[in-house]
């Protein structure tokens, strides 16, 4: 079946614009999580969803991070006034739920965001 | 709080040899541990896991780990090293009682192999 899908894979972005990445789950997933990977970096973890709620935002960097997610669907993350930092690859995972912790995440194949 | 530890940033082998990538864990429960792998410009893909079963896993391509709980270790290893196998992996410990920020990544390591 499908799997988590992400767009776009790239972006590149002036500094000062706004950006709005995209995820869509695997089909039935209530868990949506974001992540970072800077170069050279691991994941740093941004925001996760249970359903449409987000109960834990602890991750996000600042206020110019935001995410929203519809319908048990789809996710968009949002970065306004983007800064050079905030160029690093951002993935998407999903999990049938939240907890319980047999459950794997499985993730798109990212975006790359480059702030130039 | 959970946490992991991958002891080697950068591992090279050479082809047809074995591959060992250490990992060690803490945690105040009995955890669900995981290693995942990264291909350059790609997702992560999962390798293979541990729930409480068995504790010697076998995963995807070969690979498998050993769950060691009095050594807190959750070790990586595949008998022969092959090119496709030079990636980034990451090891995983699951934290059952947080909801959110429940998986916890160790920084990664880098298998590089040598023809």
């Known amino acids: 079946g499908a799997g988590v899908s992400q767009s776009p894979s790239n972006k590149v972005t002036e500094k000062g614009k706004d950006v709005e990445l995209r995820c869509d789950p695997i089909?039935?997933?209530?868990?949506l999580y974001w992540y970072r990977q800077s170069l050279g970096q691991g994941l740093e973890f941004l925001i996760y969803?249970?359903?449409?709620?987000?109960?834990?935002k602890s991750g996000l960097p600042s206020d110019r991070f935001s995410a929203e997610r519809t319908g048990g669907s789809v996710s968009t993350l949002t970065i306004q006034r983007t800064q050079q930092e905030d160029s690093a690859v951002y993935l998407c995972?999903?999990?049938?739920?939240?907890?319980?912790?047999?459950?794997?995440?499985?993730f798109g194949p990212g975006t790359r965001l480059t702030v130039t | 709080a959970q946490s992991v530890t991958q002891l080697d940033s950068h591992v090279s082998v050479s082809e047809g040899t074995p591959v060992l990538l250490r990992c060690n864990y803490s945690s105040s429960y009995s955890p669900s541990l995981f290693w995942y792998v990264q291909h350059p410009n790609k997702g992560l893909q999962l390798l293979l896991k541990y729930t409480s079963a068995a504790t010697l896993v076998k995963g995807i391509n070969g690979f498998e780990a050993e769950f060691k709980k009095s050594e807190t270790s959750f070790h990586l290893t595949k008998p022969s090293a092959h090119m496709s196998d030079a990636a980034e992996y990451f090891c995983v410990v699951s934290d059952p009682y947080n909801y959110g920020q429940n998986f916890v990544f160790g920084p990664g390591t880098r298998l590089s192999v040598l023809p």
């Open positions: 969803f249970q359903g449409n709620s987000a109960p834990d």
């Open positions: 995972a999903s999990s049938p739920t939240s907890g319980g912790s047999s459950y794997e995440q499985y």
């Open positions: 089909s039935g997933h209530t868990a």
